[in-house]
């Protein structure tokens, strides 16, 4: 079993940054992908950032040039530096882990708030 660990929302001006934390614990394989989910009122949760054991990245377009996930894996922390942020970028921010194996389902921690408002 696997638990996450966010940190580091909270309210931003537009045009603001934030950096978001998360620690994972427990049976951690080696060999995984983890990143940042985000789930906006009345939206369906997606996919903001992931980055796998061995770097590479995937970002949702409309991130892309904004955010950059990054990660410790000696730490099991992964990261998500959050640039020019805007009133869209508010939402719940979910760290997120999974195995890289076939099959492996996947964790997730308790969320983060991102709030972006003047």
């Known amino acids: 079993q696997v638990q996450l660990v966010e940190s580091g929302g909270g309210l931003v001006q537009p045009g603001g940054s934030l950096r978001l934390s998360c620690a994972a614990s427990?049976?951690?394989?080696?060999?995984?992908?983890m990143g940042w989910y985000r789930q906006a009122p009345g939206k369906e949760r997606d996919v903001a950032a992931t980055i796998t054991n061995d770097g590479v990245t995937n970002y949702a377009y409309s991130v892309k040039g904004r955010f950059t996930v990054s990660r410790n894996s000696a730490r099991n922390t992964v990261y998500l530096a959050m640039n020019s942020l805007k009133p869209e970028d508010t939402a719940v921010y979910y760290c997120?882990?999974?195995?890289?194996?076939?099959?492996?389902?996947?964790?997730w921690g308790q969320g983060t708030q991102v709030t972006v408002s003047s």
């Open positions: 427990g049976s951690i394989s080696s060999i995984n992908v």
């Open positions: 997120y882990y999974r195995p890289r194996i076939a099959g492996a389902l996947g964790s």
